[in-house]
C-alpha cells in the first residue's frame, strides 16, 4: 500500500500526530486508510483535506463548522451551495479579523514611532519618556 506515514503527514500538514489522530477520531478525516499490522496510511486525498483544515483552523473556523464542511462535502455535488455559503461566511469573518488586526498593528507601529522620536536615555527617566511620548502620540491623534 502506498502513501504517506502519520509523521510524513503531520510534516506536510503541519499538524501534530495528537492533532491527526483527533481529527480522525471525530470524523474530520474519514476513512483512514491502515497497513494490515494497524498502522494509519495517509493519502493524496487525505493530505489535501488536512492543508484545507490547516487553512480554515488557521484562519479561526471552529472544529464544528470544520466538521459541518467536511460532511456536506461527502454528502455530494447537491451540497455545493450550502459548502460555498459556509465558506463566504468564514471569509466575511476572517476579513473582518483583518481589519481589525491591521487597526492594532498601526496603532502599535504609532507608538513605536513616539518612542523613537524621544531623545536618548540621559534626557529624563523611562517613566518621563513615556508620558512624554503619550502625549505627542495624543497630539498627533488630534491634529495638534
Known amino acids: 500500500m502506498s502513501g504517506y506515514a502519520p509523521s510524513e503527514a503531520a510534516r506536510r500538514s503541519g499538524f501534530s500526530l495528537d492533532t491527526l489522530r483527533y481529527y480522525e477520531k471525530i470524523g474530520l478525516l474519514a476513512d483512514v486508510e491502515r497497513t494490515a499490522g494497524g498502522q494509519r496510511v495517509f493519502t493524496d486525498?487525505?493530505?489535501?483535506?488536512?492543508?484545507?483544515?490547516?487553512?480554515?483552523?488557521d484562519t479561526g473556523m471552529p472544529i464544528a463548522q470544520m466538521c459541518r464542511y467536511a460532511q456536506l462535502a461527502r454528502e455530494?455535488?447537491?451540497?455545493?451551495?450550502?459548502?460555498?455559503?459556509l465558506l463566504q461566511h468564514h471569509a466575511a469573518r476572517v476579513e473582518e479579523q483583518m481589519r481589525l488586526l491591521q487597526r492594532q498593528y498601526d496603532h502599535l507601529r504609532e507608538k513605536i514611532?513616539?518612542?523613537?522620536?524621544?531623545?536618548?536615555?540621559?534626557?529624563?527617566?523611562?517613566?518621563?519618556?513615556?508620558?512624554?511620548?503619550?502625549?505627542?502620540?495624543?497630539?498627533?491623534?488630534?491634529?495638534?
Open 45 to 57: 486525498d487525505d493530505l489535501s483535506w488536512l492543508l484545507l483544515f490547516r487553512c480554515l483552523r
Open 76 to 85: 455530494g455535488e447537491h451540497t455545493a451551495d450550502d459548502r460555498r455559503e
Open 113 to 144: 514611532r513616539c518612542y523613537e522620536r524621544l531623545p536618548g536615555p540621559d534626557q529624563g527617566s523611562e517613566a518621563e519618556r513615556a508620558t512624554k511620548a503619550e502625549r505627542a502620540m495624543e497630539a498627533s491623534r488630534s491634529g495638534g
